[in-house]
């Protein structure tokens, strides 16, 4: 995909300050240090177009990102940061929650993964979630830059036991440093947000 306009919606905290054009809308998600941000200005080939924090979990709205005027990405809240109080947790699940069920333009979930983590609970959460919601995941092995290739085949296997159901699903590896993969991630999310059924 050529990306030839990008521009920042806004973040929401209700429903109402969602965009209501009914756009297609590709939701990404992971743990708060997973390389959320960092996945996004690759992806988009824009260094600053989300805010790329040496803290984990600053980003705590949902944020909307319009892509050539087509489709939206848009960045949930990272979960899973042992330093944000219970409260902040609660409020950032109400939020996820909020977006993710009232959404019928939504045609993609990018589940962030760390490639040398193992998926934790929250994880498998999210995926639990999106699996009732019959909303085609795409799993993304961020850091992939950070390991050996040996490394590399040791843990794509190690995560693939934590989701016996997707024997046949892809697992992208991907490196925000090299952009390793970004055209083929791109050739996937763009079947999925031109699918009309």
């Known amino acids: 995909m050529i990306i030839k306009t990008v521009e920042f919606y806004g973040s929401a905290v209700e429903r109402h300050q969602y965009p209501t ?3 297609p809308e590709v939701v990404l998600c992971g743990r708060s240090n997973v390389g959320k941000s960092s996945f996004i200005n690759a992806m988009l080939n824009m260094k600053k177009i989300a805010r790329v924090s040496s803290t984990p ?3 705590r709205l949902v944020n909307f990102f319009l892509i050539n ?17 219970f ?4 409020d950032f699940k109400t ?15 990018v589940l962030l993964l760390d490639i040398r983590r193992v998926p934790n609970p929250d994880d498998l959460m999210m995926y639990a979630y999106f699996k009732a919601k019959i909303i085609p995941i795409v799993f993304i092995l961020t850091k992939a830059d ?3 290739n040996n490394d590399r085949l040791k843990q794509i296997a190690s995560i693939r036991q934590v989701f016996p159901a997707e024997k046949t699903e892809q697992f992208i590896l991907f490196s925000a440093t090299t952009k390793e993969n970004v055209t083929q991630i791109w050739d996937i999310l763009e079947k999925r947000i031109t699918k009309t059924a």
């Open 21 to 23: 054009d009914n756009l």
């Open 57 to 59: 979990g600053k980003t």
């Open 69 to 85: 005027n087509n489709f939206y990405f848009v960045d949930l809240p990272g979960y899973g940061y042992a330093h944000v109080s």
């Open 87 to 90: 409260d902040n947790q609660d």
């Open 95 to 109: 939020r996820v929650e909020k977006y993710l069920d009232f959404r019928p333009q939504l045609k993609a979930a």
């Open 146 to 148: 950070k390991i050996t």
